[in-house]
């Protein structure tokens, strides 16, 4: 009997399947040649379910900046507007910091929390609801380009659950830690209906290291009418250069003609833009 190619891959991904029961999922690439493709349905760079049912969602959306991001223009309404976030929070000490500066120039920003210190800290932003955005980070900051479905969806779950519970909605953007997306983590986002958000700038402390004050030019720099700056609200002491500029950060844009929204409204300038 004949057999065709697609039976030949799927009988791969089947073995391909049942090794990542023994060496993980996000490893099948270092055990398979090449020119192997990786499975069909249960991998990381799948966006298919692993039983073959069909999705919940039938379409999703990521998002790297808003209008005017792609060519530097102020795009089609003109804006000049630019969107700060920052990630892997609430901390207790940084966090604070974060919020203390934004409130001091009323400039609303966007966090991506981390599930796992929303409880443990979650009290650092209820009076953030309603003027700064909380967005999906997923529970334990684990990489989601080594995650099949069932793991992406549980990671975003868990945390949406808890953050509808601890801020009284739940989020509508979720960001994969270190921008990694496979297949099952745009399908997972896509089905618990949030806009998975990347970023177009960001704060690049390893570049300044001895002259921290250049910050200031590096992120200005790099901003465009409609982009998406990255910061951290924890980790590494050095993410601590930003936190310590960020007045100034923001004094530098506006002097260059920005105003600053949250991503929500910054994407939806775009959309309003191009349905005229």
Not at 137 to 159: N, P, Q
Not at 187 to 203: D, F, H, P, R, Y
């Amino acid at each position: 009997m004949e057999v065709t190619r697609r039976q030949a891959l799927t009988a791969v991904a089947g073995a391909a399947v049942g090794a990542a029961g023994a060496v993980g999922a996000g490893r099948l690439a270092e055990h398979l040649g090449e020119s192997t493709p990786l499975p069909f349905y249960g991998s990381p760079v799948s966006a298919v379910r692993p039983d073959r049912s069909a999705p919940s969602a039938t379409a999703g959306s990521v998002v790297w900046g808003g209008p005017g991001g792609a060519d530097g223009a102020g795009g089609a309404a003109g804006l000049r507007r630019v969107a700060l976030t920052f990630d892997d929070g609430p901390h207790p000490e940084w966090t604070p910091r974060v919020l203390a500066a934004l409130e001091a120039e009323d400039v609303p920003a966007t966090f991506f929390c981390l599930g796992r210190n929303v409880r443990d800290h979650g009290d650092l932003h209820r009076a953030s609801v309603g003027h700064h955005e909380l967005g999906n980070h997923t529970f334990d900051h684990r990489d989601l380009g080594r995650l099949d479905w069932s793991a992406c969806r549980d990671e975003i779950a868990r945390t949406s659950g808890l953050m509808e519970k601890t801020y009284g909605s739940a989020p509508t953007l979720f960001r994969p830690p270190y921008g990694h997306l496979g297949g099952a983590a745009v399908l997972a986002a896509a089905e618990a209906g949030l806009t998975t958000v990347m970023w177009s700038a960001q704060a690049r402390e390893d570049l300044v290291a001895g002259h921290p004050d250049r910050i200031v030019d590096d992120i200005a720099s790099q901003v465009r009418p409609g982009s998406i700056v990255l910061a951290h609200d924890t980790g590494s002491e050095d993410r601590l250069v930003t936190i310590d500029r960020l007045r100034a950060i923001i004094g530098r844009l506006r002097s260059d003609g920005y105003s600053f929204v949250t991503v929500s409204e910054l994407v939806a300038a775009g959309t309003a833009a191009s349905s005229r």
